[in-house]
């Protein structure tokens, strides 16, 4: 989504604005001592009780809109204005009493997503109009909520893209206009290229598509900086391969490409904000398609750091372009990365674990997950980490190659794996590996059902915590 096509979230402060009241069921009576006698006579009358997703228009002069009492749970400050873009009456409001900055913060950013336009896809190209009822920020608010939500408007956006629409080549291509658009270098391997350049569990997982496998890579920023890598599964339809899923395993499988939506978005973020790292991003993109060339159960193929793996299911294909791409994105030694990060729509088993709305988090660096950790709390970004418990590496044992691609036995399956993909990441370069669902299963205010981001701001938040602009 283009600057030109966001809608207008905010507006600079002003002398007149409507103002937005937040209360609780406990805050409303004194709130009502406060008010004029005929808008706290008008609140009752209207049995409004401020239960969380409620509003109330206030009543002035010549009927227009004085004020606007909004239900609100005070745990949730992200989400207490999301509903608004879309109910208000056109106007400018503001928040009617001064709250901590980072409140503020997640206040303004939950007006925001509830701002974004649909990406429903109708025969008449219509979306539901926002943009008439606008927020009061300051500059440097609006400079701080804008590019997070239209960030996290991209990434629904491409989730939500159907496979036919957003195939490996289409992908690839959205790394490419990001290259074109911040003068980055991009490079691409397409097909029967891959294997010779390092990519061969990539081409062995795409081959048999009719969208050729390919791997899209951008480079950024000076090379004297720290070095961050950031990598997103793009398996942009999964039927399972031969070992094929179940009708309703595969209907909802447009979004395996999640992992590669965030780190595009991620990698917008860092270099809009303009962050002083050399930044490497690497999006291997296929479709898990059956025919003539599908992978097989039992094969073995060489990864690009050599290691021998075997196919023990098809299904379990992202784990196989993400190997790759880790190797081929750290092999350089002689500019280590500071950071990797890899995102992936993964494993069922990890939302079978922690649900749809919880990343599982794994990493090797206790320093860098700590503080993702905190950050995601601090933004309302929730992850949850789960431990690379290297016991279970006995679950990959082959009884033919260096490894198996999954366990035989139906068991802790998310981190079976990170300890995959752990092969792939040399012991000395901290790696952060987010196993996510990238889906809302149900409408909510500022939450349509379909792509979501998830982790994304609190990585961003992260990175720009730890390589802050001078």
């Keep these: 989504m283009s600057a030109a096509t966001q809608p207008p979230f905010f507006t600079l402060p002003t002398e007149t604005a409507i103002p937005l009241y937040r209360v609780t069921p406990s805050s409303l009576p004194s709130l009502l001592e406060k008010l004029p006698p005929a808008q706290a006579q008008w609140v009752r ?29 005070a745990a949730q400050p992200l989400w207490q204005l999301a509903a608004l873009p879309r109910v208000l009456p056109p106007g400018v409001y503001t928040l009617a009493e001064a709250t901590e900055p980072e409140h ?24 539901h109009p926002v943009g008439a009822a ?9 400079e701080l909520i804008t590019p997070l939500a239209t960030a996290i408007g991209e990434v629904r956006r491409l989730v939500n893209l159907p496979a036919n629409q957003l195939g490996p080549t289409q992908l690839a291509a959205n790394v490419r206009q990001l290259a074109e658009r911040h003068d980055a270098e991009y490079r691409e391997w397409v097909g029967d290229a891959l294997p010779d350049a390092g990519f061969a569990l990539v081409h062995a997982v795409g081959q048999a598509a009719a969208d050729a496998p390919r791997v899209a890579q951008l480079r950024w920023g000076d090379a004297s900086h720290p070095h961050v890598v950031l990598i997103g599964k793009g398996v942009c339809f999964d039927t399972g391969g031969l070992d094929l899923k179940p009708a309703t395993g595969m209907r909802w499988m447009k979004k395996d490409m999640g992992g590669a939506a965030h780190a595009i978005a991620l990698a917008g973020l860092v270099i809009a904000a303009q962050l002083p790292v050399q930044l490497t991003l690497v999006v291997p993109a296929v479709e898990n398609a059956v025919g003539a060339g599908a992978l097989r159960p039992g094969d073995i193929v060489k990864a690009g750091n050599g290691l021998l793996v ?50 599982a988090l794994f990493s090797n660096h206790d320093g860098w997950a700590h503080e993702l950790l905190a950050q995601a709390q601090q933004q309302a970004d929730p992850l949850w980490r789960l431990p690379l418990w290297a016991p279970y590496r006995s679950m990959l044992k082959s009884d033919h190659a260096d ?17 995959f993909l752990e092969n792939f ?18 409408e909510r205010p500022g939450r349509p059902k379909g792509g979501e981001a998830q ?10 915590q730890r390589f802050p602009k001078a």
């Design 425 to 442: 990441v040399p012991k000395h370069v901290p790696w952060l590996h987010l196993d996510l669902f990238a889906w809302n299963l149900e």
């Design 45 to 73: 009358a209207a049995g409004f009780e401020a239960t969380p997703g409620r509003s109330l228009l206030l009543p002035g002069e010549d009927h227009s809109v004085a004020g606007v009492l909004i239900g609100v749970d």
């Design 455 to 464: 982790g994304l701001r609190a990585l961003f938040a992260l990175l720009a």
């Design 403 to 419: 490894t198996l691609n999954a366990s035989t036995a139906p068991l802790g399956g998310a981190i079976t794996a990170a300890l």
């Design 310 to 359: 075997e196919i023990e299911n098809t299904d379990a294909e992202g784990r196989l372009i993400l190997a790759d791409a880790l190797h081929h994105a750290l092999k350089d030694t002689s500019h280590a990365p500071a950071l990797v990060i890899d995102l992936a729509t993964l494993t069922g088993a990890a939302r079978m674990a922690l649900g749809p709305e919880l990343p």
């Design 134 to 142: 606008q927020l009061q920020a300051s500059q440097a608010e609006q």
């Design 104 to 127: 503020t913060t997640l206040l303004l950013l939950g007006w925001a997503l509830g701002a974004l336009p649909s990406s429903k896809q109708t025969s008449t190209n219509t979306a």
